[in-house]
């Protein structure tokens, strides 16, 4: 199967080196970041264009873009793993539509395209017979998109809700285990990578809240826009609200909640027993999914990191290769 | 609840059975033989807890068996939710902000502990709310939501079971 790949940064990254390490039969032929691009169809050198990345170099060749590589390059599979834009979606948006036109695959990890425009570019990969996979947009590592659409199908989903941030997640663990403050928990969020220097997507509950977007939209048939989540960040938690919450056996988490019945999404910071399988420690996340035949079920595992999110990526690829691809 | 049922072997665990059936809780029976004014008849009091929403069943199941019921006490504030509210807590008068639930006479507040670390820097408070019913329960968070938007606080909720 023959990949062109957009976005060299961590998750794209983590895949080139899942490809190099095993035996997937996935060869690369287009390769982008924000300033370069490479085309070649006999397979790109990946080992060399993460040693140049590591060098701090361009991937490619600074007169090929990413826009060449979608229109130009000889693959089957788009994976689109640039950066999220929750206001345009763009420029992956253009890219994936561009794909999908060309009777192209796309596999994507950017949740921008599959929050706002996902009806649209699901009937386009319809209309030119390809699949359109996005499980790496929800919870990184844990395989949550394929286990609702796939091995829940058929189940009535009454609600979902769970952990759906790993930076909010530590900075609250951290806060309960230790007392830190907030800002205090956050500095050290950022020393350890966990948290960008303008963590406002993460602590203001912006990024949960494109998920559960992406999960009503894609999943339990709601039409719905970042403007329809009712959001709280953590921003304005203090140590002693943690330590009133511990005093009774409780603590505080991130929740992102969608209850389909009553239309509502949420995300707010929730007053949990510690025993709740929900509550769970440091940048992991944890999703409950509460069903009419299968009973509740909840999924924990870990929703960021470059391998873990590579993984997730790569499964949704070996999924369209058993499905569709012939030959590699 | 006060019961009356006929006096004749195995009819008291006829009139308790029901109970275990709606899934309640027997917290006490007393039984006096001598009060009850008919001959036939047997004065039961019963006090119990129930599941909410049971009790129109209890009564249907209660007059299956021929007992008859001569008087419901008053139900007692069974549901129990905490939640916890960040803010400048005092200055936005904590004593309104807890009448504004009080005030609604199927809930109260019955605890609330208070955290102030330092002048001008936000305090935090766990508070409980009792009442009747789950519903009144939530009426309860909703009204504390309005005053927490009208008082600049944020109000951390409980994660409920659906």
Request: glycine share 8%.
């Given at each position: 199967m023959r990949i062109a790949l957009l976005g060299f940064g961590s998750v794209g990254r983590g895949i080139a080196r899942a490809i190099l390490a095993k035996d997937l039969s996935i060869t690369v032929t287009g390769l982008a970041d924000s300033r370069s691009g490479l085309i070649d169809p006999d397979g790109i050198d990946l080992a060399a264009a993460l040693a140049r990345k590591g060098n701090g170099?361009?991937?490619?060749?600074?007169?090929?873009?990413p826009a060449d590589v979608v229109a130009k390059a000889d693959y089957d599979v788009l994976v689109e793993v640039t950066?999220?834009?929750?206001?345009?979606?763009?420029p992956a948006l253009g890219h994936i539509r561009e794909a999908l036109r060309r009777h192209k695959h796309v596999v994507t990890s950017n949740k921008g395209p599959i929050a706002i425009a996902y009806p649209e570019l699901r009937a386009l990969a319809e209309a030119n017979g390809v699949f359109l996979k996005y499980e790496?947009?929800?919870?990184?590592?844990?395989?949550l998109i394929h286990a609702l659409q796939?091995?829940?199908?058929g189940n009535t989903i009454s609600r979902l809700y769970g952990v759906f941030n790993g930076t909010c997640n530590y900075i609250l663990t951290r806060m309960a285990a230790e007392g830190l403050t907030y800002e205090q928990a956050l500095a050290e969020a950022r020393e350890l990578g966990y948290?960008?220097?303008?963590?406002t997507y993460d602590v203001e509950g912006i990024d949960a809240a494109i998920k559960l977007v992406i999960l009503a939209n894609t999943i339990l048939g709601m039409q719905t826009t970042l403007a329809d989540v009712e959001r709280t960040g953590i921003?304005?938690?203090t140590p002693d609200a943690l330590q009133l919450a511990e005093d009774q056996d409780c603590t505080i988490r991130l929740i992102g909640e969608i209850v389909p019945e009553a239309g509502a999404l949420r995300v707010s910071p929730r007053l949990i027993p510690?025993?709740?399988?929900?509550?769970?420690?440091?940048?992991l996340n944890a999703v409950s999914v509460e069903t009419d035949l299968a009973g509740e079920l909840t999924f924990i595992g870990k929703g960021a990191g470059s391998t873990e999110t590579a993984s997730a990526v790569i499964g949704d690829l070996l999924y369209i290769q058993s499905r569709h691809v012939q030959g590699s | 609840m006060k019961l009356e049922m006929k006096d004749q072997p195995g009819q008291l665990v006829a009139a308790l059975k029901p109970i275990s059936a709606v899934g309640g809780n027997i917290i006490a029976v007393i039984h006096q033989?001598?009060?009850?004014?008919?001959?036939?008849t047997l004065d039961v009091q019963i006090v119990l807890e129930l599941p909410e929403g049971r009790l129109d069943t209890l009564l249907e199941l209660f007059r299956e068996q021929g007992v008859s019921v001569v008087r419901i006490g008053e139900e007692r504030l069974l549901y129990e939710c905490t939640l916890i509210m960040i803010g400048h807590l005092m200055h936005t008068d904590l004593s309104d902000t807890v009448d504004q639930i009080d005030?609604?006479?199927?809930?109260?507040?019955t605890e609330l502990s208070l955290v102030m670390p330092a002048i001008d820097s936000p305090s935090s408070a766990r508070i409980t709310i009792r009442s009747t019913t789950r519903a009144e329960a939530k009426k309860a968070i909703g009204i504390l939501r309005g005053v927490a938007e009208r008082k600049d606080l944020l109000i951390i909720e409980p994660l409920e079971d659906a």
């Open positions: 170099d361009p991937c490619g060749l600074p007169d090929t873009s950066p999220t834009n929750v206001e345009t979606a763009e790496a947009t929800v919870c990184g590592a844990i395989p796939e091995g829940l199908a948290a960008e220097a303008d963590p921003t304005l938690l510690e025993v709740h399988p929900l509550v769970v420690e440091g940048t | 033989r001598e009060t009850s004014a008919a001959a036939e005030r609604t006479g199927s809930a109260e507040v």
